[in-house]
């Protein structure tokens, strides 16, 4: 079982940066993949980013690439999502999520391949 806390998210004005952070708990989180979706008012949860179980290699949804950064803390169990250029149509709702064991980044894009969702954070970006 893995279960996932996000945390960080919050209001910030256009160009502007934000991090969110997803804690992780369960001893199978270091062998999955791991990513961020987002779900804005009355749109469907897109993909924005994930990482291989590795940590090796990375994919961006087209929207937040060179903007966005995954990256993981294995000591501390935790994900990370570093928000940079922020405009209002990144405001969302953004969830973490773990996918199956050794699955490659790419996979996470599709949320069949996902085992385990957050709670989700909100993130709101001003104009």
């Known amino acids: 079982q893995v279960q996932l806390v996000e945390s960080g998210g919050g209001l910030v004005q256009a160009g502007g940066s934000l991090r969110v952070s997803c804690a992780a708990s369960?001893?199978?989180?270091?062998?999955?993949?791991s990513g961020w979706f987002r779900q804005a008012p009355g749109k469907e949860r897109e993909f924005v980013a994930a990482?291989?179980?590795?940590?090796?290699?990375?994919y961006y949804a087209d929207s937040v690439k060179g903007r966005f950064t995954i990256f993981r803390d294995n000591a501390k169990n935790t994900v990370y999502l570093q928000m940079n250029s922020l405009n209002p149509e990144d405001t969302a709702v953004y969830y973490c999520?773990?996918?199956?064991?050794?699955?490659?980044?790419?996979?996470?894009?599709?949320?069949?391949?996902?085992?385990?969702w957050g709670q989700g954070t909100q993130v709101t970006v001003s104009s």
């Open positions: 369960g001893v199978t989180f270091r062998i999955r993949a």
């Open positions: 990482l291989s179980w590795s940590g090796g290699s990375t």
């Open positions: 999520a773990a996918g199956g064991p050794y699955i490659g980044a790419q996979a996470m894009g599709q949320p069949a391949s996902i085992d385990y």
